[in-house]
């Protein structure tokens, strides 16, 4: 039974915007901390963005400024909106979920639960 699904990837020209969207079940969405990670062929999936069940957050170098997580307050959905998009943005977005400890980690390995992933793809 799939738990997380991702939605709202495409292709999208440098300098635009894209806002991705993850429907989580409810006994998942009651994890204190979901993320989106992002992967790239040949490369080590990478923590871009968490938040935590207060909807505190906390986000990758990479992407500071640039892109904002967000959490219904009342329906199980994560958000990620993605500005001024660049070309090093393109990959396979994920969003994730862990039931315990630092809710802040971008280890991959931290977490619990996974969706299968929507394509971003950023043109120059």
């Known amino acids: 039974q799939v738990q997380l699904v991702e939605s709202g990837g495409g292709s999208v020209q440098a300098g635009g915007s894209l806002r991705l969207s993850c429907a989580a079940s409810?006994?998942?969405?009651?994890?204190?901390?979901m993320a989106w990670f992002r992967q790239v062929p040949g490369k080590e999936r990478e923590g871009v963005a968490t938040?935590?069940?207060?909807?505190?957050?906390a986000y990758g170098d990479s992407v500071k400024g640039r892109f904002t997580v967000s959490r219904d307050k009342d329906r199980p959905n994560l958000y990620l909106q993605m500005s001024s998009l660049k070309p090093e943005d393109t990959g396979m977005y994920y969003c994730?979920?862990?039931?315990?400890?630092?809710?802040?980690?971008?280890?991959?390995?931290?977490?619990?639960?996974w969706g299968r992933g929507t394509q971003v793809t950023v043109s120059s």
């Open positions: 994730a979920a862990r039931s315990v400890g630092y809710c802040f980690t971008r280890s991959p390995s931290d977490y619990d639960y």
């Open positions: 409810e006994s998942i969405y009651s994890r204190r901390c």
């Open positions: 938040i935590n069940s207060d909807s505190l957050t």
